[in-house]
């Protein structure tokens, strides 16, 4: 587990501007907030923003209000057991985890299904309540839209007493799904459509991964999170602005609830706009679809923007905390480009990841006046002047290296300052080598570079009167390691999926997300690397050693991002 996170400094927002008017207010004397996902599915970097507020809220307040209670709660809304499974909530824990937080009680909404199915009798008591027999359909007839007001069910002035036994029936297991529906008696006039008598129960005759089957009614999302708030002593329940509409029935809920259930506070509901980032889905239902068609290798495959992926393609939850830092909170909904999130882990990257030499797609160069049975041991640095971190490697250079295919061309323009026929260019911490024939098979492919060396200069030197522009990495021939990598890229070729069928979005997954190149060339100290260590490539990226594939002796790395934002350009091309 990563070490315990600090509080941000000094950050404002309008969430805090709440808390912190409540805290003067003294409406609260802590502050409790609650991170509560669905257990059907892993988090993605949408989550990602939820889980840095209101834990990073519990975090600052605690400083703030020492020996207050403060904290914030883990809590599963496991309120649809068809489509719940222990492993999402395993996967969700170990991301929460991952990215350095820890919550101070882990909760579910089934542990308050007793006392939810009590307080729905206590509606029905109370005429808030009562069981429609309405199929689907006809309850959509009913419902109306938003310019026209619904019609009362004829279910609607049901007695109470009936209610109530059809309730208990509903429990007692007696009747098949869809018979019956508990439903709230508020108003079908109303012009929020979520107070339209909104279903508060629903049969379900599906086993519950906690609770097995000892319940075939369920409730709904709408009814279980405010009670299990308000159970929990929640002041701030944060969530996303799809869910702004939900407030008045929240608030409804526990209205209606309040001098029954006697909870121990009366948490508000606040909504602030959710992330939504280009080139990628931060649906779960389309990442559900990518996973289970096949399209990518599963929910923790390096192109999805679920957090499982994002740290197995190499992000660091330093880098992903202060992308969300970044990002802010407000109420106004918008799109964030994925540069910002590319910027975070190279920024992070920079003064974490040691500085090697790789060869991708390699092309090979003898150098003719160099001895056959040398190898030079060159000092290589691992890091930049201004990274201050010392370290260094040998690497061996010898008669035969392998270059970038890209670094050579055979008719360059006036521009071009790497290898070509004639032109002389500077090995990365070797020699000054010049091209002078080139080979190439009967397709006119180039195979092999034949050079020659300056035996004047040792390695590193800058001859006196000579300008040479280009410096190239290399590996060498006899020494290299081979390697699988991966180049992963954007999940989608356009920055937004399509607005008509959720499975047209698939027509513009990225072709080139995942490029798999095997047969690279790495140096000599990359023979040992493992998994989940990561590096700078020289001129290529930043990569990390894949956490399932990389083994010591057979390294497979996986591109975490590009040294530059090279997309808008390549995009244009």
């Known amino acids: 587990m990563n070490s315990p996170v600090s509080a941000p400094a000094k950050p404002s927002d309008f969430i805090r501007d709440i808390i912190n008017d409540d805290m003067e207010a003294k409406r609260h004397d802590k502050?409790?907030?609650?991170?509560?996902?669905?257990?059907?599915?892993?988090?993605?970097?949408?989550?990602?923003?939820?889980?840095?507020?209101?834990?990073?809220?519990?975090?600052?307040?605690?400083?703030?209000?020492?020996?207050?209670?403060?904290?914030?709660?883990?809590?599963?809304?496991?309120?649809?057991?068809?489509?719940?499974?222990?492993?999402?909530?395993?996967?969700?824990?170990?991301?929460?985890?991952?990215?350095?937080?820890?919550?101070?009680?882990?909760?579910?909404?089934?542990?308050?299904?007793?006392?939810?199915?009590?307080?729905?009798?206590?509606?029905?008591?109370?005429?808030?309540?009562?069981?429609?027999?309405?199929?689907?359909?006809?309850?959509?007839?009913?419902?109306?839209?938003?310019?026209?007001?619904?019609?009362?069910?004829?279910?609607r002035e049901r007695s109470v007493e009936e209610s109530l036994d059809l309730f208990r029936r509903m429990r007692n297991g007696e009747f098949k799904d869809g018979e019956h529906v508990l439903r709230a008696k508020i108003d079908m006039a109303n012009a929020n459509m979520k107070m339209r008598d909104p279903?508060?129960?629903?049969?379900?005759?599906?086993?519950?991964?906690?609770?097995?089957?000892?319940?075939?009614?369920?409730?709904?999302?709408?009814?279980?999170?405010?009670?299990?708030?308000?159970?929990?002593?929640?002041?701030?329940?944060?969530?996303?602005?799809?869910?702004?509409?939900?407030?008045?029935?929240?608030?409804?809920?526990?209205?209606?609830?309040?001098?029954?259930?006697?909870?121990?506070?009366?948490?508000?509901?606040?909504?602030?706009?959710?992330?939504?980032?280009?080139?990628?889905?931060?649906?779960?239902?389309?990442?559900?679809?990518?996973?289970?068609?096949k399209h990518v290798s599963g929910w923790d495959d390096p192109r999805l923007p679920t957090i499982a992926g994002l740290r197995?393609?190499?992000?660091?939850?330093?880098?992903?905390?202060?992308?969300?830092?970044?990002?802010?909170?407000?109420?106004?909904?918008?799109?964030?480009?994925?540069?910002?999130l590319e910027f975070s882990i190279r920024d992070d990257l920079n003064q974490k990841a040691p500085r090697v030499l790789a060869v991708l797609k390699p092309l090979k160069v003898v150098i003719e006046n160099y001895p056959d049975d040398l190898v030079e041991e060159l000092d290589a640095n691992y890091w930049p002047h201004d990274v201050p971190k010392e370290g260094s490697r040998k690497v061996p250079f010898c008669k035969e290296i392998y270059i970038e295919q890209d670094d050579f061309m055979l008719e360059p323009p006036k521009d071009y300052f790497r290898l070509a026929p004639g032109k002389e260019v500077r090995l990365r911490y070797a020699h000054l080598i010049?091209?002078?024939?080139?080979?190439?098979?009967?397709?006119?492919?180039?195979?092999?570079?034949?050079?020659?060396?300056?035996?004047?200069?040792?390695?590193?030197?800058?001859?006196?009167?000579?300008?040479?522009?280009?410096?190239?990495?290399?590996?060498?021939?006899?020494?290299a390691v081979d390697a699988e990598i991966r180049l992963y890229d954007r999940l989608l070729s356009e920055e937004a999926p399509p607005t008509g069928k959720d499975s047209e979005f698939l027509n513009v997954v990225n072709p080139n997300a995942l490029q798999v190149l095997p047969g690279c060339k790495l140096e000599r100290s990359l023979a040992e690397a493992k998994a989940g260590e990561r590096f700078q490539f020289e001129r290529q990226g930043y990569f990390i050693g894949d956490e399932k594939d990389c083994k010591p002796g057979s390294p497979v790395f996986n591109r975490i991002v590009t040294l530059k934002d090279s997309w808008a350009r390549s995009q244009k091309k």
């Open 312 to 340: 197995r393609r190499g992000y660091t939850p330093e880098s992903i905390r202060a992308f969300c830092a970044s990002v802010g909170i407000s109420k106004a909904n918008s799109t964030v480009d994925m540069a910002q």
């Open 31 to 155: 502050v409790i907030t609650r991170f509560p996902p669905e257990p059907n599915g892993f988090l993605h970097i949408g989550h990602a923003k939820s889980i840095c507020l209101n834990f990073g809220l519990a975090l600052e307040y605690r400083e703030k209000l020492p020996g207050s209670g403060t904290r914030c709660h883990l809590r599963f809304d496991d309120t649809d057991p068809a489509k719940e499974d222990t492993l999402f909530e395993d996967g969700i824990q170990a991301d929460v985890r991952w990215l350095g937080f820890d919550w101070d009680g882990l909760y579910h909404a089934s542990d308050y299904f007793e006392k939810m199915y009590q307080y729905g009798e206590q509606l029905i008591s109370g005429g808030k309540a009562y069981v429609c027999s309405l199929s689907d359909a006809e309850s959509k007839a009913h419902r109306g839209d938003v310019k026209t007001p619904g019609t009362n069910s004829p279910y």
């Open 199 to 293: 279903m508060l129960y629903r049969i379900r005759h599906t086993e519950h991964h906690m609770t097995g089957d000892s319940w075939c009614i369920y409730p709904m999302y709408d009814y279980a999170h405010p009670i299990s708030d308000a159970i929990e002593g929640i002041t701030h329940s944060i969530c996303t602005l799809e869910f702004e509409n939900n407030r008045e029935l929240y608030d409804w809920v526990i209205d209606n609830l309040i001098e029954h259930a006697k909870f121990p506070s009366r948490p508000h509901q606040y909504e602030f706009a959710r992330l939504s980032l280009n080139y990628t889905v931060l649906s779960k239902r389309r990442l559900q679809e990518l996973v289970e068609g």
């Open 434 to 479: 010049t091209c002078k024939e080139v080979i190439q098979d009967q397709n006119g492919n180039v195979t092999e570079i034949r050079c020659t060396f300056d035996t004047e200069t040792k390695p590193g030197d800058n001859p006196v009167g000579r300008k040479v522009k280009g410096t190239i990495h290399w590996v060498s021939a006899r020494h």
